[in-house]
């Protein structure tokens, strides 16, 4: 029932194994690596296969303690509710919380990341080299996303009405560590520019300030949600952590539960095709 | 870089296609089931690759029909915050609400069928015949639990402390289509004798109850939990749709963010191990 | 450290229950539900809180149906080898299944009904009421899309390039029930005319007449990929069922493990912004 | 509708912010933690409450070096075969591979930290204080398992039959930070005397001697298995990143799909409960 065939071949450079030695990205994993190279460091390696310099961990690393946990966001209940239910699987309750990772909550990193790299790309090379520049550049792009009805992903935040005190912070270090280059300029200038446009003063926020800096870090685009996923990570195992000893989320559960109310069914029938006929 | 080796082969009764024909466990899809074969009965086919009776059939579906939703669980909650969280994927808030169906939640379905199951193939074959020799049985497997400091699996309900009313009904389905077997009359059995045992009379609950059904209809104990989940999924698919229309996660998420009270770190350390010196 | 504030209030018209009694959508669950209601039907009624007719249940199974299985997918690859990592959790092995239910394998359900819904949207009324009519609206939409660059979704098989078999049998079965509506009036239009348009003809898939089913049904689009999703939960439970008896994952497993190449590390950097100076 | 009840109080020492501040663990976010706390210091700060020494810091990213990756993993297959599936969706495929993360592949660490310290608080406070008294302690352990018919966690490993590189570098680095304590002394002295009753040489394994370490460090047992999961985190995010520029995952379908065999379906009906009637 077997026959002859062309075997495959999966290429990989993480992780491999022989009877003596572990290999890691093409280093011995137990001599090389352990005790010497942090988590930190060791991830950005892992999502770049190239090893960071001390300067873009330190960023990278301030990234990801900045989106490690915000409190009682809804990934952090998800994760206790999950658990309080299904106490006998920690991946489920960690995973379940990962699953609210998506546009909405921990999507900006990512959204203002590729919005500005979008911008500088279509510049075509054509990069500002001081702040008159970036300001016209800004300029231009916030008046095209309002003629557009559309925002600027990262401007604005519902409880930092007056800045994002993550934002200096994250630009203050990247700075020093000579790692402030196009996207988080590009996201200072519209920093201070967007007011002469929208009229108002909004906060650079903290999640998109970080999709700048891991930008400007040179991480891939596409996977700039799985850092504020993997730092999410961490603040999960945090809320677990915290749940086991001083729980919470039986309590959510009952205030939803006891204020439940029951309605009568709402049947669901599709707006008629005919509605436009007026038209 | 290849070279001929085995082909591997993966066998399976399920799905297969070829260029005309599509076939599902033996049967041709699209003239044979699609039309013909209900969605219960299909997954109960799917489940043990043989077709089920009406009768079958109709106790399955009662069973999925009790535990697909029971209003604002953790589990319910789960997917709509989910949802709110990241509402670009439907998959992940479905999956999030189904990893709550854990040991606590859901677990009760799958427990009781084990138990019960345990406790028949402990008799060895001498399964009773009457009313009388399934008391007999009940008594001393209450006793031994008791005995055990362990609790009975399917018995009492936090709510329906007069008696679930899915309990009696099920029980009713299945005598009707002769599917009322050892499991449910051990099950019963416990329902009428414990009282004397534990001193106190408590509901045989609807999980609990499912569980018997499903073990009796000679479905695979390791996968009890799995028609809970299946339940389930149809049921979050309804909180899904309702939430779309009649939204609550913002105001859950709100109403626990807005209630955080900020506390100093209590930090853990473990036990010490001498603690039991004084044993 | 508690106030007095208003307490919220959740609505909900799925499950409740009190001390004697579960309702769900209004119903007595054991009652009026259990042992009358089938699990497609269910689901239905679930998704709607309409009750559908038989005819609508039917179509509606069928759909469920088609979706359940198609073999060795990616999402019955993982939910086994989930299952073979962590045995533990059975709700994990299917919520991992459930997660590859994106916009590749399971998306194009949701798709088609939500293209062919916007074309009729835009017809703004003015619905065909003969075959040439929605001939006529079929080749200006496939027209309208090859000029764009865009394929019509539901257009295409890479198995069954002569003709998905579930294709015609769904349109049968919608056509005895009086539910062949617009959308499926227009995919079969799109069937007819596009060999005109792209000089090759495509078959119709199975996924995409789902969809225009789906939507035919008056089913809340946004939610056309839940029931692909729940349709894919029972094909799931049949896999794990599968595989505990005639395990395949390790095998796979093994199959990917032992053909592992093991490669230098190819450095990612992004392309530099300076590309397109060229232009 | 509302009316007056008791407001909820959701504590937590984690994340918590106003207007102008972002706290974490009672320090301010952006001053404090940003630019200075190390991702794994902050994981390990985040799960105790305490943060860490930098020693204690060393011996927990030498863990998760351990554990990030080990190739094609079923995990890693899973989060690549999502990311086919549902490329839309990061967050489902990293949450899919982590659900891989249970009792068989995961596990491991968690099992031996927690077997460890069971048999340290058996010893109700007499811990030895020389490898002699170890041996001893260990010796008795290995006679109790055998003689139970146990494996003990952490010992053998099915590639590294003649020693794991990773267990004598972690228990090298464990004793340069003086954080050498009683879990791994005695799965230390269970690697030397397993032979003895065992009659053959296993070798004390990555996973397990991580748990130990993990154990002595003082971290919350019912967590270890969050750790590893945190670990594979970024392993998973550098199999994404792998996939997205090198994939493999359509490959390993198609290696699945394409020699996938149709096979009769095989009924399922459990074992009759008379079969023990011999007995």
Chains 1, 2, 3, 4 share one sequence.
Not at 201 to 213: D, F, K, M, S, Y
């Amino acid at each position: 029932m077997t026959e002859p065939h062309t075997r495959p071949v999966y290429r990989t450079a993480l992780g491999a194994s022989d009877l003596k030695t572990i290999t890691l990205l093409g280093h011995d994993l137990a001599e090389d690596i352990m005790g010497s190279v942090g988590f930190g460091e060791l991830a950005f390696w892992l999502a770049t296969q190239r090893r960071p310099s001390p300067g873009e961990t330190r960023v990278f690393e301030a990234v990801l303690a900045a989106l490690a946990d915000h409190g009682f966001t809804p990934t952090a209940i998800v994760t206790r509710l999950t658990y309080l239910s299904a106490p006998d699987s920690i991946q489920g309750a960690l995973a379940a919380g990962l699953l609210g990772g998506g546009s909405r909550f921990l999507g900006v990193t990512e959204d203002t990341g590729r919005f500005l790299h979008d911008v500088l790309e279509s510049l075509r090379g054509a990069v500002p080299s001081d702040e008159a520049g970036w300001d016209e550049v800004a300029l231009r792009t916030v008046q095209e996303q309002r003629a557009a009805a559309k925002f600027v992903p990262g401007l604005g935040h519902h409880v930092h009405k007056a800045g994002d005190p993550r934002t200096p912070r994250l630009m203050q270090i990247a700075t020093e560590e000579g790692l402030f280059g196009p996207h988080l300029s590009l996201f200072a200038a519209i920093g201070r520019v967007h007011p002469d446009v929208l009229g108002k003063t909004l906060p650079l926020n903290g999640a998109g300030v970080c999709g700048a800096a891991l930008a400007d870090l040179g991480l891939p685009l596409p996977l700039l949600r799985g850092f504020a996923l993997l730092a999410r990570a961490a603040g999960l195992i945090g809320q677990l952590a915290e749940e086991l000893r001083h729980p919470v989320a039986r309590d959510v559960f009952l205030s939803v539960d006891l204020n439940n109310t029951s309605v009568a069914p709402d049947p669901f029938t599709p707006d008629p095709l005919e509605e436009g006929r007026t038209g």
